[in-house]
């Protein structure tokens, strides 16, 4: 498929090629945005800074999860462990 060319070197928008491959690419950025709505974004509400807003039921959740974790990162076995690494 030869797409013919101006004289300043770029494609001339009048040949059936050049709208064929326009229309392609049309349906491939189509196609592409698509898809991409399909993902799922996180749904957890956040402050003005960007952190997580602790007064929805979410973020409270978050909350105690992270907690939860700090406190076993300090457990009598974790700590056993990194003193004998």
């Known amino acids: 498929m030869a797409v013919k060319t101006t004289a300043s070197g770029k494609m001339d928008k009048r040949t059936k090629e050049y709208k064929e491959l326009k229309e392609r690419l049309a349906r491939a950025r189509a ?3 698509k898809a ?3 993902t799922k974004q996180s749904t957890l509400k956040k402050t003005k800074s ?4 602790k007064r929805t039921k979410e973020g409270r959740t978050v909350c105690e999860r992270m907690a939860k974790a700090r406190k076993a990162q300090n457990s009598l076995v ?3 462990k990194r003193l004998f690494r």
């Open 31 to 33: 196609a592409k945005t």
């Open 36 to 38: 991409g709505k399909t």
């Open 50 to 53: 960007g952190k997580v807003d």
């Open 78 to 80: 974790n700590r056993l």
